[in-house]
């Protein structure tokens, strides 16, 4: 039977229609007027604020990029991978090329040939306190302490000899692999856990170690005054370091300078009569104790305590020294 063409434009049906439920359906004649109309959008304007706040956005960014840069090349945090340290000289064992007791992974800090310098003696006593630890089975700690000790000191002392005038690299180099060789054997006994083999080697490292390029030598108390300010001069100024926060950095020289000072302060106060070394003491004591609090706020980041113990040093430093006289 044909279909009429009038039936051509009625509502098409989806689903057959059932007497209980009757389904509705979709019209091709839905009213257009039903649909909200959205406003028109300017296009030009658009384009010209898109414009606009890229621009703002370059002009900021371009504000900002020296001043980061200038962050990334401060020199006291890296921004990339963790270099690794070479040498120069030959302070490696000839048979390996390499030396057994160097770590992986440490960041060797750029504190110029001077900071070296004084790294390698404060290592030096680092290593003479390594006896304590001998025979009390803790031979894992030992071999830990001992290999960063002298890891450090191996790429500290290539800095020094390159540093050093012609005449003294040699003797620099012998003192070096000397030492180097007498650790090397060191870790060797610290490893096979031999206690006697550990005195013996650790004995004939000390010895090196005790000479007059590395040891602390005590001086006459005269000199050793003179050298006792020298240090507190060093340790008045970590102030730069405190202003950059630079905590590492505060910690370590206001650690090292601050043995020293102790070292020949100590050797002052031996020479005072009974009478000058009570108040002497009490002085010096408060001294320290304000240092270690000077410490403590470096290692706590805390940049108020660290201005409030820098200020307490330095007037503990003036009391000392105008006891001293």
Request: aromatic share 8%.
């Amino acid at each position: 039977m044909a279909t009429p063409l009038s039936n051509l434009n009625a509502p098409t049906q989806l689903f057959s229609s059932s007497p209980k439920s009757k389904p509705k359906f979709i019209t091709s004649a839905a009213k257009t007027s039903q649909i909200p109309q959205l406003p028109q959008i300017n296009t030009r304007a658009t384009s010209r604020r898109a414009t606009l706040s890229l621009a703002t956005v370059a002009a900021i960014f371009n504000q900002l990029l020296p001043l980061h840069a200038e962050e990334e090349n401060n020199g006291f945090w890296l921004t990339g991978p963790l270099p690794v340290p070479t040498v120069t000289n030959k302070i490696a064992n000839e048979e390996s090329g390499t030396r057994s007791f160097l770590k992986k992974g440490i960041y060797m800090a750029n504190i110029g040939v001077r900071g070296s310098m004084l790294r390698l003696k404060h290592y030096a006593f680092d290593l003479l306190a390594l006896g304590d630890l001998i025979g009390q089975d803790n031979w894992n700690y030992l071999k830990k302490y001992l290999c960063l000790k002298s890891t450090v000191m191996y790429y500290d002392f290539d800095k020094v000899i390159s540093a050093a005038p012609a005449d003294q690299k040699q003797p620099l180099l012998q003192l070096a692999n000397r030492l180097f060789d007498n650790v090397e054997k060191l870790e060797d006994a610290v490893k096979q856990k031999s206690d006697p083999l550990t005195r013996s080697c650790y004995h004939d490292t000390t010895v090196v170690l005790q000479e007059d390029r590395f040891y602390l030598q005590p001086l006459p108390p005269a000199e050793a005054a003179a050298r006792a300010k020298e240090s507190a001069k060093d340790i008045l100024s970590v102030k730069e370091l405190i202003n950059k926060k630079a905590w590492p950095y505060v910690m370590n020289d206001l650690r090292l300078k601050a043995s020293y000072l102790r070292y020949d302060l100590n050797t002052v106060i031996a020479a005072k009569s009974k009478e000058e070394k009570k108040p002497l003491k009490e002085l010096t004591g408060k001294l320290f104790n304000t240092i270690d609090e000077l410490d403590h706020a470096a290692k706590t980041k805390n940049a108020e305590e660290a201005e409030k113990y820098y200020a307490a040093t330095k007037s503990a430093l003036d009391d000392v020294f105008a006891k001293l006289g």
